[in-house]
């Protein structure tokens, strides 16, 4: 054997040896969002997160989390995982926002026990909305008559073709407020004493750029996965965890996930839609 056949083998042995900072993305809705669209969801996400955790010689796991929000339930899913994997493997979790980390997203990042973000990420929407539509007029002038049956007096709460309810409306302002404490309680649980500045304007569902949300506590700095990782371990080598791509994408290419996305951020179509009156994270 040559001497640079040796020098490479030890290479390649040096490398399977190094430290390793697993890192994941987390990219998209959250939550069941239909057939060909790729939505986040505990169960989409589990065995990324596990190869990640399970990385040999590893020092932290790093996820990448570019999200607009979506369903409360899965989000909280999402985040407990995390934070399951990373007591039973004992290590850190570092989350950086990229162009959006909004309500279930930012709620995801929460599992980290650091998150930092570019100069130009927005971050935070920590609220819960819901929205429909009212069709009574409509269907009064096309002539059309409603007919709706049901056993249970709530079991129609909301409905689109009936006139809006007053005790309806306040029981899902109810339901919105306790999920909305909910989230507040998850974030304070999570930032802690880092966390600056009024409660009403920390939780009024506004958005942030990454300074500004660092001044506020709600990341711990500003700055990008490759300089930051460099900086608190040095001597680790960064090894991307992919996640299996849903089969369109695979057939069409990237730009099928990609366009999906930014058609839910301009739009602000998130249409990951709990049952119960069509709450979400907002």
């Given at each position: 054997m ?9 290479k ?17 809705v ?5 057939p ?10 589990e ?5 990640a ?5 590893l020092r ?10 979506g ?24 989350a950086?926002c ?6 279930g ?6 599992a ?9 990420s ?24 409603r ?16 006139p809006v ?8 302002e ?12 998850w ?13 009403a ?10 300074e500004?949300a660092?001044?506020?506590g ?27 791509k ?36 907002r």
């Open positions: 040559t001497a640079a056949a040796i020098k490479r083998i030890a390649k042995l040096g490398r399977a040896r190094a430290e390793k900072v697993a890192v994941v993305r987390l990219d998209g959250i939550g069941h969002v239909g060909g669209r790729a939505g986040l969801t505990t169960t989409s996400v065995s990324v997160l596990k190869r955790f399970e990385t040999e010689h932290a796991v790093v996820i990448v989390v570019n999200s607009p929000g369903s409360p339930t899965q989000s909280e899913y999402i985040a407990e995982r995390i934070r399951q994997l990373a007591s039973e493997k004992g290590v850190r979790v570092l950086f990229e162009d959006v980390v909004a309500s997203g930012y709620w995801i990042a929460c980290a026990d650091e998150i930092y973000a570019a100069h130009t927005l971050v935070g929407s920590i609220g819960v909305v819901s929205s429909g539509f009212g069709f009574t007029d409509v269907i009064a002038r096309l002539g059309v008559e007919r709706l049956y049901s056993a249970g007096e709530n079991k129609v709460r909301l409905d689109s073709f009936s309810n007053a005790d309806d409306v306040a029981w899902l109810g339901l919105q407020g306790q999920l909305h404490e909910t989230f507040i309680r974030v304070r649980q999570r930032r802690g004493k880092r966390l600056e500045g009024d409660d304007a920390l939780f009024s569902g506004d958005v942030w750029i990454g500004k660092a001044a506020l709600l990341v711990d700095g500003v700055g990008v996965m490759r300089s930051v990782v460099a900086e608190h371990y040095p001597d680790a080598e960064i090894v991307t965890v992919d996640a299996p849903p089969l369109l994408t695979r057939l069409l290419g990237d730009q099928v996930h990609a366009s999906v996305l930014a058609e839910d951020l301009i739009g602000g179509a998130v249409r990951a839609l709990d049952r119960a009156g069509g709450v979400r994270f």
